[in-house]
């Protein structure tokens, strides 16, 4: 896989997508908090089917930045676009029905309650008419399992409790919920940063295949390797802006590297690190 | 790129069996208890506890603790407690006393008043819950002392002194909708029952069993009533998820507050129901009624395979634990052990419960 990544091999950056409009525009995002400034000015846009990486140091604004983007916050400055539509998101649930979803690192997933039951939460289906209206069970269990099977995870049953499934299997659950729930942007937040290196590719491959259908994702991290593995632009955030966005092909892991470092320190470091981080 | 790399963790399962399957069940404990508290009394009791008539005299206990061991669980479920509802039976039978003796209000408005009042209080206790953010175990109990003390407050006020409001029976007699709430239940099919010898009568030829006494059935009703919300809507898979975890519900579009706020409600209507059904019963309410009674609904609750941290657990679990509850209760006093002995078996069963429900929920959520 490193091999791919510095290399325009199998992933479409350079294809028509370039061409395609941006699904949603965010331009100059400031973001004040009392007498901090969070963030100031923040260009970022988010095309069809591209996986556009977010990547920073820790308090450089990611975590601000993407609240702002799913209806979290309210920014105090700059404006939002959807499909070239000035939009004014009031709460996440806004944000939800323009297509913005997020998967926070908590995945919103409860443990006890079976991957059915968390796929459906909060929208289950229903069917039958009024004093008799209930979930459609059947239809949600075939849904679970045939979704799940297209993220290529083949679950013992639909009543699995969510516990029982490993932490990239569980990211991939909430990917796959967002994706049928009609998300045409997919923020992920830090989704590889506790999973191992099998566990990781996996969520990798379903990136991957869920930009295949043409969602836009938003992968924020800050490792190198990761974003890289999968990215076709990558935008580094400091200090609350941002540094430019650079296309795969033409950024090296150690230039990335250095900007989300502030571009000092790290050139010393990388000698003695031995090119660990 | 990982297409395979997903699709082999298969080979590392075992095949689950029936028996597995069975084992993951939240009522699997309750059942497993009845069974065995069931096979306790049929060696050691006398053989009259089985009969219709025996039944029928430890179903009663077990039906009016049953209605709010639902309730409970049903809120238990839903990630909080309500150590009040033993002193809401106090108080709601103070209300629906008052109503029909003091104010002499017919029943199809006593009952709706009572209910109401009840609710609006439920309302209260959560909405603190709710706003404040302190656990439901504190504030509760806050209402168990300030919902039994203004029953002993207002029974004094409502029949000059007294700590018993009396008249209730003389009050609701003819009531179209006393049978709702009071006596037996398919009388005339029992008297036909034993017309034809199914089932035993006294000399004069009137059957032992005059009918099925109405907490039954509205304790199995609403057992079904609970089932059927928490597996089957909406609603019920909202309760899970608000006990399960509040933030990952409401981050997925669950209304939390509301969820639990109702659940609140509901589990003070459980108790209202039990202080209406039990106050025409007994033809008066005094301010000890539903003494306690929040400690058996919640262990009846917990056999019944809540878990204490919310989220998960059943109805028809809490349904079996009730049962557990009164067959002990009522079974010792068919036996030669002293009667005493009950608590003792209630907290081993309570303690039993929590291990296993503890060893359950690690299996389910794969826990090691």
Known sequence: MTQQMTEDTSFHHGSPQDAAKPIIEMQNIEKHFGNIIALAGVSFDVKPGECHCLLGDNGAGKSTFIKTMSGVHKPTKGAITIDGQPMNFDSPRDAMEAGIATVFQDLAMIPLMSVTRNFFMGREPLKGSKPFRRMDIEMMNQTTVEEMRKMGINLRGPDQAVGTLSGGERQTVAIARAVYFGARVLILDEPTSALGVRQTSNVLATIDRVRKQGVGVVFISHNVRHALAVGDRFTVLNRGKTLGTAQRGQITPEELQDLMAGGQEMAQLEGSLGGTV | ?368
Request: glycine share 12%; charged share 15%; hydrophobic share 55%.
């Open chain 2, 1 to 368: 790129m990982a297409d395979t790399a997903q699709t082999v963790t298969d080979e590392r399962l075992k095949q689950e069996g029936f028996g597995a399957r069975l084992m993951k069940r939240p009522e699997l404990g309750a059942i497993a208890g009845v069974i065995l508290v069931t096979t306790f009394f049929l060696i050691t009791a006398d053989s009259t506890m089985f009969t219709l008539s025996g039944i029928m005299n430890f179903m009663t206990p077990a039906a009016q603790l049953g209605i709010l061991a639902i309730g409970a669980a049903m809120l238990m479920i839903g990630g909080e407690f309500d150590l009040s509802i033993g002193s809401m039976v106090a108080f709601a039978g103070l209300i629906f006393g008052a109503c029909v003796v003091t104010l002499g209000l017919p029943l199809i408005l006593a009952i709706p008043l009572t209910l109401a009042v009840a609710a609006g209080l439920g309302a209260v206790n959560g909405v603190i819950v709710l706003k404040t953010g302190l656990p439901s175990f504190i504030v509760t109990l806050a209402f168990l002392f300030i919902l039994r003390g203004a029953s002993l407050v207002g029974l004094k006020l409502a029949s000059g002194g007294s700590t018993q409001l009396r008249g209730v029976r003389d009050a609701v007699e003819g009531d179209w909708l006393a049978p709702m709430f009071s006596g037996d239940a398919f009388g005339p099919i029992f008297a036909w029952l034993a017309q034809i010898g199914l089932i035993d009568t006294f000399k004069n030829g009137t059957p032992k069993v005059p009918g099925i006494p109405v907490e039954i059935l509205w304790f199995i009703a609403l057992a079904l009533v609970a089932t059927y919300v928490l597996l089957r809507t909406p609603q019920g898979n909202w309760i899970f998820a608000s006990g399960g975890d509040r933030n990952a519900a409401s981050n997925s579009g669950v209304p939390v507050r509301k969820v639990k706020i109702s659940l609140f409600m509901v589990t003070a209507l459980c108790g209202a129901l039990v202080a209406i059904i039990t106050v025409m019963d007994a033809g008066s309410t005094d301010a000890r009624r539903g003494f306690m009674k929040e400690f058996e609904a919640i262990i009846a609750a917990v056999i019944g395979g809540c878990l204490l941290t919310g989220g998960y657990g059943s109805a028809i679990g809490a349904f079996f634990g009730a049962i557990i509850f009164g067959m002990v209760t009522i079974g010792l006093t068919y036996t030669d052990f002293d009667q005493d002995w009950f608590q003792i078996f209630l907290g081993g069963m309570l303690l039993i419960a929590v291990l296993f429900n503890n060893y359950i929920r690690k299996r389910v959520t794969g826990e090691r």
